[in-house]
C-alpha cells in the first residue's frame, strides 16, 4: 500500500516541474536564468547545513553510458566496503530510484518527510529572495537527495547530471573527482548544435584544481575538456592514453594506474560496457590516490555484480525481449553492436518511440540492417514525437513500417506475429513502458490532487 504522503509529496513536485528536470530551469530562458537555478540550489543546501559537505563525490556527465559508469562505479566502491549513496536520473518506475544508500532506493516515508521538509525552505527562500525565481522541480530534489545521503551518513556520493554540465543544478557539488562519459550530440536546442557546445556544457563540472578522468572523445569534444581541464588547473586521466581496456565483456583486461586486471567481466552485456567499465575503474583509482581504500578485489566484484535495469536487459519469453534505453546515435551503434554479438545472423522487430529532439533517421541508421519490421510509436512522455512523424521518417527503410498506438499494444503485436527477437528502444520512457507491459515492474501511483 503506498503511503499517501508520498503521492502528496510526488504532486508538490510534480507541481514544479517544467520541460525537463534535468535542467534547472526552464532551458529557453537563457543562461542568466539557469545561473539563477545554481544560486537557488545553493542557497537551499546551504540553509539546510551544507549536507553535500560531509561525504566525498564523484560528479558524472557525458551523453551515453554515465548512468552505467555511475553503477559501476557505486558497486565497486560498495563492495570495497564503504557507504554510498548514489543520484541518477531520470527514473524509469520510482521517482525512488533516484536515490539509493547501498543500492536501496529511499523509503516513500523519508521521501516524503524530505520533500516538505525542503519544500518549506524553498518558499522561505522565494519570499525573502524574489529576484531568485521559483525553485524546480530538479532543484528541490538534488537537494533532496544530498540531504539523505548525510543523514545516512554515506562516506562517499555517486552524483550523475542531469542534464549538460555547467548549468544543471548539481553542478553546484565540489567533487573528488570528475568523469565525462561519451558525448554525443543530445539536447541540442539547449545544449548546442556542434560539440564544441555540447563538450563547453559537460566540461563545466571540471572545478578548480580536482582532477577528471575523461573517456574516448571525439577530437573537437577532447579540445575543449583539454583546455577546461588546463584552465581550471585540473588533472586530467584519458582513455587510451592513460588507462586502457582489451576484450570483451564477457572478458576483459584493464590496465592502467591500478597496475593490470585481468579475467574481468561486466554483468551488464554490450562492448560498451567495457569502455564504461575503463572509466569507472579510473575514477576509483584517482579516489585510491586521495587515501580512499579500494583493493582490485572490489574492483573486480563491483563491475561483474552491477544492476542496471533497461539497459540491454534481456527477458525469455516464447522468443526473446531486449530492453534497451538508446536515444542517440553513438547508443544506437553500441545497442546495434551488442546485438550482432549476442545473436549473430538474427534480424529483429524493432520497438522504436523517440522524443521531438531526436533525428530518427540517423538514429535508426545502425540498426537497420538488423530490421526484419519497425513497429513505432509514442513514448509517454510530452516531448515525445508523434508515432505517424516517426513512421514517415523512417518509410525509406528497406523493413516495413507499423504503427501501434501503445508499447504494450507493439509488443503483443510482436509477440502474436512470432517475432523469435523483439528490440524496445528510443528512450528510458519506452525502457519503462515495456518492463511495465512484461509484468517486470510497477509505476509510481498518480500524485494526489
Excluded at 411 to 430: D, N
Aim: proline share 5%.
Amino acid at each position: 500500500m503506498t503511503d499517501s504522503g508520498y503521492r502528496d509529496a510526488l504532486a508538490a513536485i510534480h507541481e514544479r516541474s517544467g520541460y525537463d528536470r534535468g535542467f534547472i530551469s526552464n532551458p529557453f530562458a537563457g543562461d542568466e536564468a539557469a545561473r539563477r537555478g545554481l544560486l537557488r540550489t545553493r542557497r537551499l543546501l546551504d540553509t539546510l547545513g551544507g549536507p553535500d559537505g560531509r561525504y566525498g563525490i564523484v560528479h558524472v556527465a557525458g551523453s551515453k553510458g554515465k548512468g552505467s559508469t555511475c553503477v559501476f562505479i557505486d558497486t565497486i566502491l560498495r563492495a570495497a566496503g564503504h557507504r554510498v549513496g548514489r543520484s541518477t536520473s531520470p527514473h524509469l518506475h520510482s521517482f525512488r530510484e533516484r536515490y539509493t544508500v547501498d543500492g536501496e532506493p529511499i523509503d516513500e516515508g523519508a521521501f516524503a518527510r524530505l520533500t516538505f521538509s525542503l519544500l518549506d525552505v524553498a518558499r522561505r527562500i522565494e519570499r525573502d529572495d524574489p529576484e531568485l525565481g521559483e525553485i524546480t522541480a530538479f532543484e528541490l530534489t538534488t537537494a533532496l537527495g544530498l540531504a539523505w545521503f548525510a543523514e545516512r551518513r554515506c562516506d562517499l556520493a555517486v552524483v550523475e547530471v542531469g542534464l549538460g554540465g555547467l548549468l544543471d543544478a548539481t553542478n553546484v557539488v565540489t567533487p573528488l573527482v570528475s568523469v565525462i562519459a561519451p558525448l554525443d550530440y543530445e539536447h541540442t536546442a539547449v545544449l548546442g548544435t556542434t560539440l564544441t557546445e555540447i563538450a563547453r556544457n559537460k566540461a563545466g563540472i571540471i572545478k578548480e584544481g580536482r582532477p577528471v578522468v575523461v573517456s574516448r572523445q571525439d577530437p573537437e569534444a577532447l579540445a575543449v575538456i583539454e583546455a577546461t581541464a588546463a584552465e581550471k588547473h585540473s588533472t586530467m586521466l584519458l582513455a587510451g592514453r592513460d588507462w586502457r581496456t582489451q576484450g570483451t565483456w564477457q572478458q576483459f583486461r584493464a590496465t592502467g594506474p591500478w597496475d593490470e586486471l585481468a579475467d574481468l567481466r561486466t554483468s551488464l552485456p554490450g562492448q560498451h560496457q567495457v569502455d564504461n567499465a575503463g572509466l569507472a575503474l579510473a575514477a576509483c583509482a584517482v579516489l585510491t590516490e586521495g587515501g580512499w581504500q579500494i583493493g582490485q578485489d572490489a574492483m573486480r566484484t563491483g563491475l561483474a555484480t552491477a544492476i542496471w535495469p533497461g539497459r540491454f536487459e534481456e527477458v525469455d519469453l516464447e522468443g526473446r525481449v531486449v530492453i534497451d534505453g538508446a536515444h542517440t546515435p553513438a547508443s544506437a551503434r553500441a545497442l546495434a553492436d551488442a546485438l550482432a554479438e549476442r545473436y549473430p545472423g538474427q534480424r529483429a522487430t524493432f520497438i522504436v518511440g523517440l522524443f521531438r529532439d531526436k533525428d530518427p533517421a540517423a538514429f535508426a541508421a545502425p540498426l537497420a540492417p538488423l530490421a526484419e519490421r519497425w513497429l513505432v510509436t509514442a513514448p509517454a512522455n510530452p516531448r515525445a514525437r508523434p508515432a505517424a512523424e516517426l513512421a514517415a521518417a523512417l518509410e525509406h527503410l528497406t523493413a516495413p513500417v507499423c504503427v501501434a498506438d501503445s508499447v504494450a499494444d507493439a509488443i503483443a503485436a510482436a509477440r502474436r506475429s512470432g517475432a523469435p527477437l523483439i528490440v524496445v528502444t528510443g528512450s528510458l520512457s519506452m525502457v519503462a513502458a515495456a518492463r511495465v507491459a512484461l509484468g517486470l515492474a510497477t509505476d509510481d501511483p498518480a500524485p494526489s490532487g
